[in-house]
């Protein structure tokens, strides 16, 4: 599994036939290519190296972000997404495993569409879990006094916001890239599979 991890402001994501499925404020968006050769291990370490990762100072909520940048050193890489209460929108890529051994982009490496959705689908779950607050309660229920549960879209609610893109649908992402900040987890590089300088595992596994 291949992740590519932004730094952002603010992004949202739309498809042509329903605008703007998912937003967030200030957070990651992350780009989520999935291998043929992909298990619940990859899953699973990817998930939680996202959410390990330090991308934000400390108390970055309270901070403009021309005060981000002026953080010194190590001060700026102080906090999780999830520590900082930032959202996180996540969009699913398959061209992430494309090669080009011709012009033409090759994506024989990327998941098939359905075991892909499936594996999205728990990739998102396990990030819900560790990440955002309990949702709301089923039914539209609601205790005497309890206040009104806030949209997944609204950057300004309790708790983290998890948005994410629609599975196999043509999409358009916007986003305002911080810093710039890029980062990119490949569970088959950084799980031993492989090198950046070699042929990786899931090149090994598809050619036996």
Not at 104 to 110: L, N
Request: proline share 6%.
């Amino acid at each position: 599994m291949r992740l590519v991890i932004q730094r952002v402001r603010s992004a949202s994501v739309e498809t042509p036939d329903k605008g703007i499925v998912g937003q967030i404020g200030a957070g990651l968006v992350v780009l989520v290519g999935i291998c043929q050769t992909d298990t619940k291990e990859d899953m699973e370490f990817c998930a939680r190296r996202l959410l390990r990762m330090k991308l934000f100072p400390k108390n970055g909520q309270n901070l403009s972000f021309t005060e981000w940048g002026e953080q010194p050193g190590n001060a700026q890489w102080a906090q999780t997404v999830t520590e900082s209460n930032f959202g996180l929108l996540i969009v699913s890529q398959f061209t992430l495993h494309a090669k080009f051994k011709k012009p033409k982009p090759d994506f024989h490496c990327s998941m098939a569409p359905q075991p892909a959705k499936e594996m999205y689908e728990q990739f998102i779950e396990e990030i819900r879990r560790a990440h955002c607050a309990p949702p709301p309660q089923a039914g539209g229920g609601k205790k005497k006094g309890a206040a009104p549960a806030a949209s997944t879209d609204d950057a300004e609610q309790k708790g983290p916001v998890l948005a994410t893109g629609e599975f196999g649908a043509m999409m358009n992402v916007k986003l305002e890239n911080d810093g710039p900040v890029t980062m990119i987890v490949d569970s088959d590089l950084e799980m031993g599979g492989g090198s950046a300088s070699g042929a990786t595992a899931q090149e090994a596994k598809a050619s036996a």
